[in-house]
């Protein structure tokens, strides 16, 4: 299973809102076993869809204020509520908005939402790691290979990084 729960970023105003969508594919591994005969999205993995694309709006909105590279890291989801399933060959409609981001954390409140029908719905923090600074522990490869990953995923998600 590939990790990056984002298939497109739609729209993205740094600061204020990102959209995008992570069309569900019926051929997914963890189908085989949530449920036999009524294949489900587990909640969690909606969930971490909207976490994944308010990452990217963190990280675009420190790097368009100030230049830095942060990897915005999950630290807390308050009033996640999980409404409905979201099934195989729907396509996750996710919209973020930005509630505060500061210089090493960030909040954001997420929509998940198929055919226009609210699935899930969290408010979202995040602490924020610097990666110059994490570069004096992870060394020059690591460093490189963490830049190229980020810049890889804009690529795919939008066509640019940010």
Not at 9 to 23: C, F, N, V
Not at 133 to 145: C, K
């Amino acid at each position: 299973m590939r990790f990056i729960l984002i298939d497109h970023i739609d729209s993205l105003e740094p600061g204020h809102r990102i959209t995008g969508y992570k069309q569900i594919d019926p051929n997914e591994d963890y189908f085989a076993d949530h449920f036999p005969g009524f294949p489900v999205v587990p909640g969690v993995l909606a969930l971490e869809s909207l976490a994944q694309i308010g990452g990217r709006l963190v990280e675009a909105t420190v790097r368009a204020g100030s230049g830095r590279r942060v990897l915005p890291m999950l630290a807390k989801v308050d009033q996640a509520q999980f409404r409905h399933a979201v099934r195989p060959g729907d396509r996750l409609d996710l919209v973020v908005d930005a509630e505060g981001i500061g210089s090493d954390f960030a909040a954001v409140s997420g929509v998940a939402s198929v055919g226009g029908r609210r699935v899930c719905t969290a408010k979202i923090k995040y602490v924020m790691i610097d990666v110059q600074e994490a570069s004096q522990q992870l060394g020059p490869t690591q460093t490189a290979a963490l830049h190229e990953w980020s810049d890889r995923v804009w690529r795919e998600l939008r066509g640019q990084t940010p």
